[in-house]
């Protein structure tokens, strides 16, 4: 498996989570990653890109959630966790970590439109609640 996505659960609005997302070895360094989410009713959209590479590696991020998330990468581990500040009930949500191409970079990786992306490599996400 590509990637292994953990983490997720329920919080009070203020609160924080952090999603875990490991990348099998041979592609950590050569795949881009990009974290998802799709809340009840609405469209699967991405929330930040990855690009591809090592400690080089740069991210960036929708309006939405930029200076709340923040993606820590331990390259020892081929982690690229989606760590999730001052949660707000609209941030609800599946979540999914993605690989959406080699070497894209991040703020190509954060336009991928999710009907690009085969069925198979979504995976079964995680559930983010955020309530009052």
């Known amino acids: 498996q590509l990637l292994l996505l953990s983490g997720g659960g329920s919080v009070e609005v203020g609160g924080a989570l952090r999603l875990s997302c490991s990348v099998r070895?041979?592609?950590?360094?050569?795949?881009?990653i990009a974290w998802f989410r799709q809340a009840p009713g609405k469209r699967r959209e991405a929330r930040a890109g990855?690009?591809?590479?090592?400690?080089?590696?740069?991210?960036a991020y929708a309006d939405s959630v930029k200076g709340r998330f923040t993606i820590p990468r331990d390259n020892a581990k081929n982690t690229l966790d989606l760590q999730m500040n001052d949660l707000k009930s609209e941030d609800t949500a599946m979540y999914y970590c993605v690989a959406v191409g080699p070497r894209l970079s991040a703020s190509r990786a954060l336009d991928v439109m999710p009907t690009g992306i085969p069925f198979a490599q979504w995976g079964q996400g995680t559930q983010v609640i955020v309530s009052l």
């Open positions: 070895d041979d592609a950590y360094s050569g795949q881009s």
């Open positions: 990855v690009a591809a590479g090592g400690s080089d590696g740069t991210v």
